[in-house]
C-alpha cells in the first residue's frame, strides 16, 4: 500500500517512502484532498488494490507487467529509450488509490512552496557583505534547501518510476538520492562487500575498503564449449556479478565499464586491476600481477562511464592463471586519487615490473586510501587451454606448469634398499 506519512523535515537521514504508482496531474490538480471514502469501499477493494499497488521489489506493478507501457510496446525502458509515464489504473476504479494520489501531490506543493521561501531567504543572506553575513545560518539554511529539494519530490510516482527504469536526470538531487538508496539498501552494495570479505580481498590487497559510487562490469557471454577458441565472433557483453566464475575466454579483451557516481564535480581516479594469486616458486607462496592501470580518469555523476581512453597508460594483459594453481582472485579498482583536481604522474609499469606488484606500497606512496571511497569489483577465474594461447601469442613467452608439493615419504629410504640379500 502507498505509505501517506511524509518524510521528517530537515533530518540528515531521509526516510525511504515506497511507492511507484502514477500521478496524473491534469486530473489531479485539486488542491483540496476530497474527503476519504467510506470504510466498506476501501475493505471490499483492498485486495484488489494491493494487486494493482505499485512499489514491489521489482518497481513495477502487475497492471504494468500485464500491460506494455504507452508508446513504447514492450522494450524496455532508459535513457537512450525513454518511455512516457503511464497510468497503471484508471481514475475512480479505486477510491483509496486516488485519495493517496490527491494527497501526495498535496504534500509536494505544500513543500515545494516552502523550498522556495527557503531560496529567497538564501539569495538575501548571500547578498549581504562578508561581514554581516551569519555563516553558520546560511550553512544551516543550504542543508535544508537539499533536503527540502528531495522531500518535494521524492513521493512524486513519476520520480520513482524514472529512478527505478533507468531514466534518472542525475543533475538532480532527488534521482541522485533515490539512485543511491536503491543501490545502498536493496543488495548491489551488499552483495558486493559480501564476496569482497568472502574471498579475503580485505585484507589480502588492502586493510579497508568502503565504495561510494555502483562499478559495474560487462564481459562477453562464455563460448561454446567446442567453440572457445574463435575469439573473432562477437558475443553479447553480459553484466558480472561480483565473485563469480569467468573462462579465460571472456576476460581477453577489456571489460566494458560503467560507473553510477553521486557527486555533481569531476573528480579523478585510479584504475587498476590486479592478480591476487599468482604462484611465486621461490618462496613457495604467491604473489600478485598487475594486469591493468589508469590513472586521471575524470569521473562525475553526469559521466555513466569513463570517458577517457583506459589503455593509455599501462595496457590491459588478459586474465592467464596458471595450470596447476587453484583459481585466481581479479580485483578491479577505481580509487579516488590524494587531489581531486590535480593529476598524477605515475610511471607506466612494463612487463618485469609488473609481476610482485605490491599495491600497499604503492597506495602509500602516491596517496590512496580505500578508506576514502571509490568503487570495486571482482571475479574468479581457473586454467583452461585458452590460457595456453594467451601465453604463446599474448604474453610470448613460455607456459609454466605448477602441482601440489608432493608429500614426503616416510618410507622412502626403505623402498630404495634391497629387501633380499
Known amino acids: 500500500m502507498l505509505a501517506l506519512r511524509r518524510l521528517p523535515r530537515f533530518t540528515p537521514r531521509l526516510a525511504s517512502i515506497r511507492g511507484n504508482a502514477t500521478l496524473d496531474v491534469a486530473a489531479n ?63 475512480g476504479v479505486e477510491p483509496a488509490y486516488d485519495y493517496a ?29 562578508e561581514g554581516e553575513r551569519d555563516e553558520a545560518a ?45 543501490w545502498r539498501e536493496e543488495g548491489g552494495l551488499d552483495l558486493l562487500m559480501e564476496r569482497i570479505y568472502q574471498m579475503n580481498v580485505v585484507p589480502d590487497m588492502l ?36 565473485g563469480i566464475f569467468l573462462v579465460p575466454e571472456q576476460t581477453r579483451r577489456p571489460p566494458q565499464i560503467s560507473t553510477t557516481l553521486f557527486h555533481t564535480d569531476t573528480r579523478l581516479y585510479t584504475l587498476l586491476m590486479v592478480d591476487l594469486d599468482v604462484p611465486n616458486p621461490e618462496t613457495r607462496s604467491f604473489t600478485t600481477y598487475l594486469h591493468w592501470m589508469q590513472p586521471n580518469i575524470p569521473l562525475s555523476a553526469f559521466t555513466p562511464s569513463p570517458t577517457v581512453p583506459l589503455d593509455t597508460h599501462t595496457p590491459y594483459v588478459p586474465p592467464h592463471p596458471q595450470r596447476g594453481t587453484p583459481y585466481h582472485r ?24 609488473r609481476l610482485g606488484f605490491d599495491f600497499r606500497t604503492f597506495a602509500e606512496q602516491y596517496g590512496f586510501d ?26 610470448k613467452k613460455e607456459e609454466p606448469r605448477f602441482g601440489r608439493m608432493p608429500k614426503p615419504d616416510p618410507y622412502a629410504d626403505l623402498k630404495r634398499s634391497k629387501k633380499y640379500l
Not at 494520489?101 to 557583505?129: G, N, Q, S, T
Open 370 to 395: 580505500g578508506a576514502r571511497g571509490g568503487g570495486a569489483h571482482m571475479w574468479r577465474e581457473v586454467w583452461d587451454e585458452t590460457v595456453s594461447h594467451i601465453y604463446r601469442y599474448t604474453l
Open 138 to 182: 546560511l550553512q544551516a539554511m543550504r542543508e535544508r534547501v537539499d533536503i527540502l529539494e528531495i522531500q518535494s519530490e521524492v513521493n512524486l510516482p513519476e520520480v520513482r518510476w524514472k529512478a527505478r527504469n533507468g531514466m534518472a536526470d542525475m543533475s538532480k538531487t532527488v534521482y541522485r538520492h533515490l539512485v543511491e538508496q536503491q
Open 330 to 353: 581479479y580485483v578491479l579498482l577505481v580509487l579516488p586519487q590524494a587531489s581531486a583536481t590535480e593529476p598524477i604522474d605515475i610511471p607506466v609499469f612494463e612487463e618485469e615490473n
Open 29 to 91: 490538480s485539486q488542491a483540496d484532498v476530497p474527503p476519504p471514502p467510506p470504510a466498506s469501499s476501501v475493505t471490499a477493494q483492498s485486495s484488489a488494490a494491493e494487486s494493482k499497488q505499485p512499489g514491489n521489489a521489482s518497481g513495477t506493478s502487475s497492471a504494468q507487467q500485464q500491460q506494455p507501457q504507452s508508446g513504447g510496446g514492450g522494450r524496455k525502458a532508459s535513457t537512450q529509450a525513454p518511455k512516457e509515464w503511464c497510468r497503471p489504473i484508471a481514475k
Open 207 to 242: 586493510p579497508e575498503l568502503h565504495p561510494t559510487f555502483d562499478l559495474r562490469i560487462k564481459y562477453a557471454e562464455p563460448p561454446p564449449e567446442s567453440n572457445y577458441l574463435r575469439t573473432r565472433v562477437k558475443r553479447k557483453l553480459k553484466e558480472v556479478e561480483p
Open 101 to 129: 494520489l490527491r494527497y501526495i501531490l498535496k504534500d509536494a506543493k505544500f513543500l515545494k512552496k516552502e523550498l522556495e521561501e527557503l531560496r529567497a531567504a538564501v539569495e538575501a543572506e548571500e547578498k549581504k557583505p
